[in-house]
């Protein structure tokens, strides 16, 4: 390297100690700030230089576009995807004593003016946004007037996985980025396949040239895991009682977060339990964000809304109540725990029937990565393995799986609660109608119960769940309601076991 590269380097490591309290940067960190340096120094005509920043959750890609920011002539734009990011960015912000200006969504005129005049004066070399606000024509012209040295999207796969469904504004950015004529342009994200880093490169680019900065997506602390299931509800209960915390419930509905979450409270007879999703006004998602980063004990069931590039690093376990729609969703929302480095947990639910689960409407590339994922579950080998292949993950060689059900030998093959209702029904052919055999099974019958075997096998359960286990089992064909007297609606065994 030459002199000037040294005294590059230098600066750069120097700033990063003084400003940030970081003694060691990355290689792959130093590469995405040289670039942008390189790009705002060299001044070029027309496109400006472009790249996608694919780098895991906790390996410091906020310092990517922060630490230059100090170093640009123009102020630094970053958009975010959520609130609750730009929050938690400006809150770290002020800990460190570098200024922001922030614009979303509600401000106040004087606010508003305020950030404006921050950026004028250069006291605020960083804006954080989200992509609604920036297609409000005031601050576009704003910008353009104040022209940002460097563009950061950050969680940058949102431009696939929202854009295309209720997040529109996403698809405007590459046309507000041709207007603000920025020196350079960065999109970061921590997990994206190839048909991801197309996506953003069609919209944010206009399908130009652009390099990758890529990191290893493997998380080795953390252990995958899947357990297939006759009652969600039940599963998830189990967990919550079992799994070290701070635990994070992921769900895809507002309305599913806040059934779970009451049901979590009223089951472990618990305060403890919160719900969060975008539905939220902003005082109390920050009052639940404020639990949360503080709670040592805490369960959070959320939407995806929370915890892109939130910095709680100590949740020690997650938990999907149902399959998200793609593998980089799933890295991403499972790359919420251990952050600190520490042994954690990420858990899938799964239930026979989640191949079926939806997809109408959707666009064809997303469609098929949806499908792709949803058979995640029943994929024979290593999880971690299966994980880095639907990502594409392009790593010639691997390390070994550093921890999952499989590797690990810990996978139960058979549906929670199969067995049970299973030798149940054979020990007790044509005997009992469904509603009493959930009564016997979860021993819950009111008076004597009759001599039975397996009476009070699935005594742990709640009853409720019980019941939509021995629906699930009816639906699957593990049971059979006899059809005709004398024995009409009676259960008997399948013909045929689902355990393999």
């Not at 120094?41 to 895991?56: C, D, M, N, S, Y």
């Not at 996985?161 to 342009?185: D, H, N, S």
């Amino acid at each position: 390297m030459d002199e000037e590269g040294n005294q590059a380097e230098d600066r750069i490591t120097e700033l990063a100690r003084k400003r940030f309290g970081i003694s060691y940067l990355f290689p792959f960190q130093r590469l995405v700030i040289a670039n942008v340096l390189e790009a705002a120094e060299a001044g070029q005509e027309g496109p400006p230089p472009r790249q996608i920043v694919l780098l895991p959750t906790g390996f410091g890609k906020s310092l990517c576009f922060q630490l230059p920011a100090l170093l640009l002539p123009g102020p630094s734009l970053v958009v975010y995807p959520l609130l609750a990011l730009m929050a938690d960015q400006q809150r770290r912000l002020a800990q460190l004593g570098i200024p922001c200006a922030v614009f979303r969504g509600g401000q106040e005129p004087a606010e508003r003016a305020a950030q404006e005049a921050a950026v004028a004066s250069g006291a605020a070399k960083l804006v954080l946004t989200n992509p609604e606000c920036l297609a409000l024509p005031r601050l576009r012209d704003f910008l353009r007037g104040h022209r940002p040295s460097h563009v950061a999207i950050d969680e940058a796969h949102c431009v696939s996985e929202w854009g295309e469904t209720f997040r529109p504004a996403y698809l405007e950015l590459g046309r507000i980025l041709g207007e603000l004529g920025p020196a350079c342009v960065s999109a970061f994200t921590a997990t994206a396949g190839p048909a991801v880093c197309e996506a953003i490169a069609s919209r944010l680019f206009a399908g130009q040239g652009y390099r990758i900065v890529e990191g290893d997506p493997d998380r080795p602390n953390i252990s995958y895991s899947v357990v297939r299931t006759l009652c969600r509800e039940r599963t998830l209960t189990r967990f919550a009682r079992e799994l070290p915390r701070p635990l994070l419930v992921f769900e895809a509905s507002r309305e599913g977060v806040q059934i779970l979450a009451g049901l979590l409270r009223r089951r472990l007879k618990s305060r403890d339990v919160r719900f969060y999703h975008a539905g939220l006004g902003r005082e109390e998602k920050g009052e639940i964000e404020d639990w949360f980063f503080a709670s040592r004990e805490g369960i959070l069931v959320s939407t995806c809304a929370y915890g892109m590039g939130v910095d709680k690093k100590d949740i020690r376990a997650v938990v999907h109540f149902s399959p998200p729609s793609t593998v980089e969703a799933y890295l991403q929302e499972s790359g919420r725990v251990g952050r600190d480095g520490q042994r954690s947990q990420a858990v899938l639910i799964a239930t026979p029937w989640d191949g079926g689960r939806g997809g109408d409407g959707l666009e064809p590339s997303r469609l098929s990565r949806r499908r792709a994922f949803l058979g995640y579950a029943t994929m024979p080998g290593c999880r971690r393995e299966n994980l880095l292949d639907l990502l594409g993950s392009s790593r010639s060689e691997r390390a070994p799986c550093s921890g999952c059900d499989r590797c690990e030998d810990r996978e139960t093959t058979a549906l929670e609660g199969e067995r049970e209702i299973r030798d149940f029904l054979v020990w007790n052919p044509r005997r009992f109608r469904a509603d009493r055999a959930v009564a016997l099974l979860a021993g819950r019958w009111r008076g004597e119960p009759p001599l039975c075997a397996g009476w009070g096998s699935m005594a742990g359960w709640d009853e409720e769940d019980a019941a939509h286990a021995m629906a699930a089992a009816l639906r699957l064909g593990l049971a059979r309601e006899m059809p005709a007297w004398p024995w009409k609606a009676a259960l008997a065994p399948a013909r045929r076991s689902l355990l393999t």
